[in-house]
């Protein structure tokens, strides 16, 4: 069975000071990780996929990097608009599902 | 804004009721997944439907069962309510291409209420 950890569970940061979050993965045949992220209340707003170790991608402030056991998002000089939990899920290539971690939920404090 | 829409957004019932749960996925897309969202448990996979048959099962309880309509759009019914049941259900779409990942975009969801 597919299983996603995220560390750690919260973090709080001072604007500008920049981070990385942890998604550790196990996965019969890695179809694709995926990062999503979520507003209180909201549905999960896709952010990156990543099929391969070593595959990198970019968006504004954040950079997601993949390994074959696990994958980080690191965040560069965050704002508080940053603030979010930040979901981690993978897909096998048996299946549609996505697996989901429980999520890092970050502040970014002024 | 994602193109998936759910409704209703807020749904409160009282225990052993039952309730549905609309979603019309994104213009073109003909996979359709319900997700369930507690606070204790995260994002748990329930259901899959694709071009109106159902692909995938996850942790559904037999008490819930979806379908999918020739215009695409999904139920999610939910009967026989219990307190347990008050979560997230968010609903979410995807291309269903042949290669690639397959990202599945979600709706603003449902909350539900059970008292």
């Known amino acids: 069975e597919d299983q996603v950890t995220q560390s750690p569970e919260a973090l709080r940061l001072q604007e500008g000071e920049s981070s990385s979050l942890n998604c550790s993965y196990t996965?019969?045949?890695?179809?694709?990780l995926f990062w999503y992220r979520q507003d209180p209340g909201k549905g999960p707003e896709f952010l990156f996929t990543?099929?391969?170790a070593g595959e990198e991608k970019e968006k504004e402030r954040l950079k997601a990097t993949l390994t074959k056991k696990e994958s980080f998002l690191h965040i560069t000089a965050p704002k508080p608009e940053d603030s979010a939990t930040y979901l981690c899920a993978v897909r096998n290539f048996g299946n549609e599902k996505l697996t989901f971690g429980t999520g890092t939920r970050l502040t970014i404090i002024p | 804004d994602s193109g998936v829409t759910q409704t209703p957004k807020h749904l409160i019932t009282a225990t052993g009721q039952r309730v549905t749960l609309r979603c019309s996925p994104r213009s073109g897309d003909l996979s359709v997944y319900w997700y369930q969202q507690s606070l204790d448990q995260g994002l748990q996979f329930l259901i899959q439907y694709y071009n109106g048959e159902e692909r995938a099962k996850g942790n559904i309880l037999e008490r819930f069962s979806a379908q999918q309509f020739p215009d695409l759009h999904s139920e999610l019914n939910l009967s026989s309510l219990e307190l347990g049941d008050s979560a997230l259900y968010f609903c979410?779409?995807?291309?269903?291409?042949?290669?690639?990942?397959?990202?599945?975009?979600f709706g603003p969801g449902t909350r539900l209420t059970v008292l």
């Open positions: 979410a779409s995807s291309s269903d291409r042949t290669s690639g990942g397959n990202e599945q975009f």
């Open positions: 990543l099929y391969s």
């Open positions: 996965v019969s045949g890695l179809r694709g």
